[in-house]
């Protein structure tokens, strides 16, 4: 391994991530409420790790997630970093409560 990839990068600076997302004529707050989000939150992606934040800011900067926040998805020796994702329960999602009639709404008082 030579010292060029034994060197750890650094995750990039919230000025330049700004000023990456301004060179493409968009803001944090654009591409927050592009996904469906507050304009606001995106930015939780700037000082702690959420993956789908960094998917989101990334694709609009044009570069991988990983190249940003190194330090997210690479321990100190360039290895990458294994990343949970949390997953809906089937079982909630298959519920009939997405509709609002309440002939179709689950009990959930179990005195009922």
Known sequence: MSNEQNVQRE?????????????????????????GLS?????????????????LIAEAIGVPASEIWPSRYFDSQ?????????HKNTEVENTPLQSSNSDNQVNTNPDA
């Open 11 to 35: 995750n990039w600076h919230h000025a330049d991530i700004i000023a990456a997302l301004r060179k493409r004529n968009t803001s944090m707050a654009a591409v927050s409420r592009a996904a």
């Open 78 to 86: 360039g290895q990458e970093i294994p990343r949970m994702t949390r």
């Open 39 to 55: 304009s606001s939150t995106l930015a939780n992606a700037l000082t702690r790790p959420w993956p789908r934040g960094e998917r």
